[in-house]
DNA sequence: TTGAAAGCGCTAACAC
DNA sequence: GTGTTAGCGCTTTCAA
């Protein structure tokens, strides 16, 4: 059977309050004490039981990983990352799939906080843009990590990877190759992510006195049938670039196939870059020349920054800012 | 604050016990009380506690969904699933994320179920043909269902899709394209569905008597990377197939990728078949023929079936089996 | 530095 | 049909 803490402190022969100091590390236990303690527990193989801990103390030891994601690939690194660190911390990761765009989006997430017990919040991009979301979380005194959110007004804690410093440097990669006739497939533009990404690309262009002509400019939404809409627009108007920027993977994969169905070269006629790292880059070919963000250790970076947040015990910067890796692969050649 | 309870019971002028009985639906409450407990209820906006629950009771209303997948998408897309259906019935999902290669695989889990407290285990594959993790569930009497097992065995109640039939399905159609010199890439195997989809493919070459040549089967391990491998032999080899069926999108895609780098046109000159519907199987030009495993209706199906084994109230088949539908895509195209 | 006792919110057991 | 009481396993007073 499961051993209990009062099965330890008889095996120990000291009072419950004892192990309880000692399991918990905290000071004022005779280190005598504590080996007699440790050593029951070892015996016994105990844990605690989360349930009555989280009952009696006013924290559950439950964080919730909330988003709103289409993209599976991205979803489950961060839910990896997030668990592995949750673990470790010697707290239990919620999944908390929703949807941005359903009505009841408010009431489903108050009702959640409201009556169950969560010591607080991770927040995707977009949700963590959502006022609503944030104001209800303020109003209950949840403490919330942002993980790539657009505004930063917001005085709670947040990670982000530097998406406009990647796109500006994919950017450049296609200059480098000779590039000027460069277009970009924005993403959907309730993303943040869509907008640092266009800043990069712009920066880029601008530094390197590349006019930016407004037909390279498509307006995508991160679907794979958005870029099918824009890649065909590009490749058929008066303007065609020799290389394209794609917001992500999806709709530069999607560009990959009406270049096909177009006879169009890649990359000896058109070079792709996407963004995102999505197995679909590796897996299409030409592979998609690429950005890699660190979701894995953005997600383990924002569950240590809750933890913090929670306990309020170290002092700890507003932002985390990670870095960008571009993946170079073969949708990408220099200019003929 | 949030409300208990005692509150519940002092405002609707009863007690305790009936304001439980109530929200349990237990029997044995006049219809008055229960008007005047629900109204309290409905008043104070009350949620059980389910910490107190599960503490209390000896159950905690907790599910653990143990996979060691590689596929994003249908890792995804079962959790969900399961996620729905749980809620819907009261329960919590905890997610488990493991890697079937570990070690300490077993040492891990038992560690988890030793000292949290779940009411049942959802076991995919090929976590759920692992007899090390069959005999720890059995041991510590926790109810499970397996998710698409190989070996049925074991007397716990399982979901599966037909593989085998899809396999069959798939290859009948390669085949009355006119095809018969039709090669298949087998997965990894460790997994129960490579076996399936490989004795589905051989049923409908044998029924259509057409011989399998030993030269066109070939052992992938459901990797893009096994794909090409499996790809290069196949298209360089003496006996060259016109259709290949992979055993999944990714080995699949991979065809296409060895295919385009040969110059040879898909589906005029090659049919390629996948397996899975993979978000690839629709970001790839040509799309693929595929099949789909309702696997969302597989996960809430599995909860269903999971909760009243733990309830042990009904009776319920211990197979409960879902067929796959064909996804008629453009890369396959009758033989010239 | 240690321990005894109370009680978190709920439900099971038992009384009425 | 309804209410009282005990106690799940733990942590938090507060006293020693």
Redesign the pocket.
Known sequence: M???????ASLA?????????V??NE????P??QDKVNKAVAELN????P???G????NSFILTLLYSNPNPSYVLELQNGAIEQANNDGYNLQILPCDHTNENLIDNIESIITHSSQDGFLLTHPLCDNEDIIALLDKNNIPFVRISPFHQEHSSPYVLSDDKQAAYEITKYLISLGHTDIAIIKGHPDFGATHKRYEGYLEAMNEMNINVDDALVKQGQFTFESGEVCARQLLTQDHKPSAIFASNDYMAAAVLKIAAQMHINIPANLSVVGYDDAPVSRQIWPSLTTVKQPIYDIAKHAVQKLIRHIKKQEFDDVQSKFQCKLVLRNSTSPKL
Chains 1, 2 share one sequence.
């Open positions: 499961k051993s209990t803490i009062k099965d330890v022969g000291v009072s419950v309050k004892t192990v309880s100091r399991i918990n000071p004022n236990v005779r005598a004490m105990f844990k605690r039981n349930l009555a801990r009952l009696r103390g006013q």
